[in-house]
């Protein structure tokens, strides 16, 4: 039996941090993989640490095979390395040398949860993806068939670093649409018919043998975006996705903002057009932001049309130039600027990312998102910037990765307070 297949049949064990250390020790590691190649002058600087400090903390890292030197030039957007040079006691500068995280001996698997259907992504520790999307259906949402499900697709990402020659995968996380406890415990997931608490992290990692971890989808696809993605070296910035749900994440001073709350949809039923469509959800108000679902498109598109439609016929019809549609487009572009000053007005972000599975359609009506901000935002108030980022799946699997990642370099204790 090859050493590969041995290692499945190991008992599972809690992940452990990647190496032992202060808590600077794994914050350097992190900012390293956020921002390197970076020089130990950029470190320095980043937190007010003197450069004896940062020298001892990255030569552990060195030692303990963490992080390596190299000749590349930084290049995230988010530093501005203007120390890139040392100097001698006679001025003369020499290049410095930068860090980079070792991203090639460990491999993670990031898994999103959605309705009746699961995809999964193996990554480096870049969170670089490292083969194809592996997908599963399944019409049985029961937490035993679902944690069978997930297995599949595990073991199918584990084939494929096995024929890449890539490390077996370390960790696994799952992104799921609900309410998540601190220890991964899934508390209600109402798109899985979820109403009661379920270990399903405990589950894989029993059928797999591989530590799992289980995290809300959206706090794990902001994570995504704050460590490796659209918002690097953002300090305030919002994310609010649509889809099947409305969803919004905030990033203040650097820290996501954390509440017992927050993984209860707080963004589904804020007003954002008095004269809008009923709440699909059954309650008495009307307008509220369930308006830019999928359902409630749908459901305002058949009316228009006389006919039944689905969401991706009005999608398709928006593509198409249909006269209804592209009214029906503005119209939502309007209302996702009124949601959009309504975070800007209130959390202060300097930049909101429109992200989620239908945010794509919005790019047929930019202005009448600018007119939406427009009429709700104070005229002298400084523009809102934002952005509409990809709306395919990829980001929310490697959201789930992301997660694991962070529990790996962070340690459990810091991944979850920070």
């Not at 297949?5 to 992940?15: C, D, G, I």
């Not at 794994?26 to 002058?41: F, N, Q």
């Not at 799992?212 to 994570?223: A, G, I």
């Not at 679902?293 to 049309?305: G, P, W």
């Amino acid at each position: 039996m090859a050493d590969f297949e041995k290692a499945a049949l190991l008992p599972p064990q809690a992940a452990k941090p990647w190496f032992d250390g202060s808590e600077w020790t794994h914050r350097l590691a992190a900012d390293i993989l956020m921002y390197g190649p970076i020089s130990r002058t950029g470190l320095a600087r980043l937190h007010s640490l003197s450069q004896g400090t940062v020298s001892r903390i990255t030569a552990d890292l060195i030692y303990d095979g963490v992080i390596t030197s190299t000749d590349e030039e930084n290049t995230s957007p988010a530093l501005d390395d203007e120390d890139s040079e040392d100097k001698d006691s006679a001025g003369r500068g020499r290049p410095q040398t930068n860090l980079r995280i070792i991203d090639n001996t460990h491999t993670f698997v990031g898994i999103n949860l959605r309705g009746e259907v699961a995809r999964a992504m193996l990554v480096n520790t870049s969170c670089v993806p490292q083969g194809k999307t592996h997908e599963v259906y399944f019409s049985n949402t029961s937490p035993e068939n679902v944690a069978r499900s997930l297995a599949q697709l595990v073991n199918s990402c584990c084939a494929e670093a096995q024929a890449k020659k890539l490390p077996r995968p370390h960790m696994i996380g799952v992104s799921v649409g609900g309410h998540i406890l601190d220890d991964g415990t899934v508390d209600q997931a109402p798109f899985l018919a979820w109403n009661h608490r379920v270990d399903l992290g405990g589950m894989v990692s029993q059928l797999t043998h591989i530590p799992c971890y289980v995290f809300n989808n959206l706090d794990s696809l902001l994570r995504y975006q704050q460590w490796f993605g659209a918002g690097i070296g953002e300090t305030d910035f919002a994310i609010v996705t649509v889809g099947a749900g409305v969803g919004y994440g905030l990033v203040a001073g650097g820290e996501v903002v954390q509440a017992p709350g927050e993984s209860y949809g707080l963004a589904g039923h804020i007003l954002i057009d008095p004269d809008g469509p009923a709440c699909l959800s059954g309650r008495r108000h009307r307008g509220c932001s369930q308006c830019l679902t999928n359902d409630s498109l749908a459901q305002e598109y058949s009316e228009m049309m006389g006919s039944p439609k689905s969401f991706d016929d009005y999608a398709h019809d928006v593509v198409q130039g249909v006269p209804q549609a592209k009214r029906l487009v503005q119209r939502e572009a309007f209302r996702m600027g009124a949601l959009l000053a309504v975070v800007a007005n209130m959390a202060m972000p300097h930049t909101i990312f429109i992200s989620g599975e239908s945010c794509s359609i919005l790019k047929y009506a930019m202005e009448s998102i600018r007119m939406g901000l427009a009429e709700y935002r104070p005229s002298r108030a400084p523009q809102v910037e934002f952005s509409i980022l990809q709306d395919d799946d990829s980001p929310w699997m490697m959201g789930a990765a992301t997660q694991a990642i962070r529990l790996f370099i962070l340690g459990p204790k810091m991944a979850l307070h920070s």
